[in-house]
T-cell receptor, first 109, second 113 residues
Framework: SQQGEEDPQALSIQEGENATMNCSYK?????LQWYRQNSGRGLVHLIL?????REKHSGRLRVTLDTSKKSSSLLITASRAADTASYFC?????????FGKGNQVVVIP | EPEVTQTPSHQVTQMGQEVILRCVPI?????FYWYRQILGQKVEFLVS????????KSEIFDDQFSVERPDGSNFTLKIRSTKLEDSAMYFC???????????FGPGTRLLVL
């Protein structure tokens, strides 16, 4: 089954630095989405990239998708303290999302 | 901006009791979903619902679970006889198109004692 799997890393960065996190998956997908979750709260949709797209930008977010390597990356530029959260990738297909384990990002003011 | 809402935010119940979790999806959305997240674990898909019927369900979604859209606005998840292992955060989500962005509610934290 489809499954997003982030690099299991916890990032701790200074405000203003960039944060990069990666995700890999196992099967073919229709799209890949990134979500943010603040501690104990709901999932906020960040960006969706379709399987025929290679790169997408939204504000300070940049997502890449490499379907040949079955991997995606999320870059947050000029990080802020408010970016402190867990970030999940989720692969879409068969009318469901399959989530990875999440990356914890801490931005130090 | 429209958003998905869920009630209650927290629910504590005794093992074996029935619980109903409620969701109000975004009003023009057609696809509805339930997911759950056990503490410290991944978000897991439970069920998707379209055109008043289940379109996909996972292995977790057994006979103890059911979903219903009783009117034009609410979407409910019922657990008939709760188990300890049902303790989790339950998220409702909705989307306008299949295989597109899903918008999540804030979740209901269920604790089964």
């Amino acid at each position: 089954s489809q499954q997003g799997e982030e690099d299991p890393q916890a990032l701790s960065i200074q405000e203003g630095e960039n944060a990069t996190m990666n995700c890999s998956y196992k099967t073919s997908i229709n799209n890949l989405q990134w979500y943010r979750q603040n501690s104990g709260r709901g999932l906020v949709h960040l960006i969706l990239i379709r399987s025929n797209e290679r790169e997408k930008h939204s504000g300070r977010l940049r997502v890449t998708l490499d379907t040949s390597k079955k991997s995606s990356s999320l870059l947050i530029t000029a990080s802020r303290a408010a970016d402190t959260a867990s970030y999940f990738c989720a692969t879409g297909g068969n009318n469901r999302l399959a989530f990875g384990k999440g990356n914890q990002v801490v931005v130090i003011p | 901006e429209p958003e998905v809402t869920q009630t209650p935010s927290h629910q504590v119940t005794q093992m074996g009791q029935e619980v109903i979790l409620r969701c109000v999806p975004i009003s023009n959305h057609l696809y509805f979903y339930w997911y759950r997240q056990i503490l410290g674990q991944k978000v897991e898909f439970l069920v998707s619902f379209y055109n008043n019927e289940i379109s996909e369900k996972s292995e977790i979604f057994d006979d103890q679970f059911s979903v219903e859209r009783p009117d034009g606005s609410n979407f409910t998840l019922k657990i008939r006889s709760t188990k300890l292992e049902d303790s989790a955060m339950y998220f409702c989500a909705s989307g306008y198109l299949a295989e597109e962005t899903q918008y999540f509610g804030p979740g209901t934290r269920l604790l089964v004692l």
